[in-house]
Structure formats: C-alpha cells, structure tokens
C-alpha cells in the first residue's frame, strides 16, 4: 500500500463523510506480506454526526510500515479513528514480524466523547525505529488500551514509542505487554498518559528488560 498516488494520499479506507448518520465499514485483511509506505494508509473513519468506526483486522505473515509521504508529511498508518459520540472500532493484528519505523504508526482514537477501540497484536516479533509508534487515544469515552502478546522479542530503537493518551476527563489506556525479551534504547519510550483523569497502567511480564 503506497500513499503516491498522484499527489493524493493512497491506501484502503472506509469513510463515514462528516454528514452521515452510519457506521464506517470493517477491514479485513489476510496476506503472507503486507508493506504500507510512502504515506499509504489503512483506516477506517466515523466522520460523521454518528455512527461507528469499523474494526481493521490483519493476519499476515510479516508487515511493514515505513515512512511518510514526503509533501504533506503525513505518516503511513494504520488506523481507526472517530470523531463523534459513538466508538471507534479496534486494530487486531496477528503476525510473524512487523516492523514499524521512520514515524509510521498503528493508532486508534476517538476524540469526540465516544469510546476508543483496542490495539491487539499478537506476534513474534515486534520492532519500533526511528520514531515509530504505537498509539491509542480516547477523549471522552472509555478504553484505548494498548495489548501486545509477543513470543520473543520486543526491540525498540530512536524514539520508537508505545502510548496511550486521555484529554478530557477520560481515564487513559492501559499497556500491556507480554514478551520474553523487551528492549529499549535511544529514547524510546513506553507511557500512559492522561490529563485529567487518572492514566492507565502499564503491565509488562517478561523474562528480560533491556
């Protein structure tokens, strides 16, 4: 999935427009590899007066997710994301590797008043470089959690970061990471935010952190 395509951004999305009253549509993806770069995007988007956004979910035997579109800056991403009193949809990811890294991003949100969706992965391998991130986002609802199960290894380099963030009176999402082995170096970060609620809790079982 590129986003060059012309000079508008490219990728699968569903869309709920800002005057409907309907749900965003789910996004099912099964593949051996997935690559998302250049500013290309999978989302699903409640733009409207209600209505939900829809659930990505991706089963693929590696992913990619790299870069930025360079012209508008925007990120590669995978994403679910409401702006209205309803819930956004969940991101359930089952994979061997996914490599994440030069400021792409897997987020999901809701910044109306509704509930966030979960990020799920479940996967072998996880790595964040180079500014790559993980993020769930709620501001007046609930949820927004953060849930990683991963059987070896969890390396994170150059500001790759896992977040959760609550504005409003939301309380923040909870990390929760499951890795035999988790590494952390130049400036990466794993955090729960929140600014008027309370933040989430951040649960990591592991035999080793680096």
Do not use: Y
């Amino acid at each position: 999935v590129t986003g060059q395509f012309g000079k508008q951004r490219a990728g699968i999305q569903t869309t709920a427009n800002s005057e409907a009253t309907g749900n965003a549509g789910n996004i099912d993806i099964r593949t051996d590899n997935l690559r998302v770069f250049d500013g290309g995007s999978i989302a699903s988007n409640a733009l409207g007066i209600s209505g939900n956004a829809g659930n990505i979910s991706i089963n693929a035997g590696n992913i990619d997710l790299e870069g930025v579109l360079s012209e508008q800056q925007l990120p590669s991403t995978i994403s679910v994301f409401s702006q209205n009193d309803d819930s956004a949809g969940s991101i359930n990811i089952t994979t061997d590797k996914m490599n994440i890294r030069d400021r792409a991003e897997i987020n999901v949100s809701n910044q109306g008043s509704g509930d966030s969706g979960n990020l799920n992965v479940i996967a072998n391998n996880l790595f964040l470089d180079n500014s790559g991130s993980l993020q769930a986002e709620v501001n007046g609802g609930q949820l927004g959690n953060i849930n990683l199960n991963l059987s070896e290894l969890l390396l994170q380099r150059r500001n790759g970061s896992i977040t959760t963030n609550a504005t409003g009176a939301s309380k923040g999402g909870n990390v929760t990471i499951n890795s035999p082995i988790i590494a952390g170096f130049e400036d990466s970060d794993i955090v729960a935010n929140a600014v008027d609620g309370d933040g989430g809790n951040i649960d990591i079982t592991t035999s080793g952190l680096f």
